[in-house]
């Protein structure tokens, strides 16, 4: 059974750091990853999607790397800013389904 | 920029009642979903959908549950007897195809409360 952890849960950092959020999952057999933002009470933002055969997406301030053998996605988000302030999940997908982490929430101070 | 719609926002209802959750996906897409996150935990995949029929469910999606797309723009989630559990926020989402190689898109949820 696919499981998917996120770490770190939580992360506060000033504004204008860089930083890397982690996604792990457990079985390789995964046909995409697909990177979320979730502000609070709200629904989800597509991010990123990277497909299995992908090493790496980018959007702007974002890349998202993937690793599929290791099981290991990164989200980078460049020169954090306080409106990047939101929970950021993971999801992998699977042939069943669509398998999320718990996210990390990101706190960007000014 | 297109975007899926969801309605209600916030929905209470009492345990034992029906309740008709209903969802408007991004225009030429063909493929929908449902999920639900209950409060503090993990987002959930319930169902997926394409060309008129359930194409993948997971075992939370079990006879309470039904999904239809009644015309040519709504896609609807319907539990038939709701129990306290069920108080979750339920997400839609749509694909331009197949979840396998396209984003999935989604909906802002409809908060359901079980009371």
């Known amino acids: 059974k696919q499981e998917v952890t996120q770490i770190p849960a939580a992360l506060s950092v000033p504004e204008g750091e860089n930083l890397v959020l982690n996604c792990s999952f457990t079985d390789s057999a995964i046909y995409n990853l697909q990177w979320f933002r979730q502000d609070p009470g709200k629904g989800l933002t597509s991010l990123l999607l990277i497909q299995s055969s992908q090493r790496e997406q980018t959007s702007g301030r974002l890349n998202a790397s993937l690793d599929k053998s290791s099981g290991r996605s990164t989200l980078y988000i460049a020169a954090s800013q306080p409106g990047d302030s939101a929970t950021y999940l993971c999801?992998?997908?699977?042939?069943?389904?669509?398998?999320f982490g718990a996210g990390t929430r990101l706190t960007v101070k000014p | 920029e297109p975007e899926v719609t969801q309605t209600p926002s916030h929905q209470v209802t009492q345990m034992g009642q029906e309740v008709i959750l209903r969802c408007v996906p991004i225009s030429n897409h063909l493929y929908f979903y449902w999920y639900r996150q209950i409060l503090g935990q993990k987002v959930e995949f319930l169902v997926s959908?394409?060309?008129?029929?359930?194409?993948?469910k997971s075992e939370i999606f079990d006879d309470q549950f039904s999904v239809e797309r009644p015309d040519g723009s709504n896609f609807t989630l319907k539990i038939r007897s709701t129990k306290l559990e069920d108080s979750a926020m339920y997400f839609c989402a749509s694909s331009a195809q197949g979840a396998t190689s396209n984003e999935q898109f989604f909906g802002p949820g409809t908060r359901l409360t079980v009371l």
């Open positions: 959908f394409y060309n008129n029929e359930i194409s993948e």
């Open positions: 999801a992998v997908r699977t042939w069943h389904d669509m398998r």
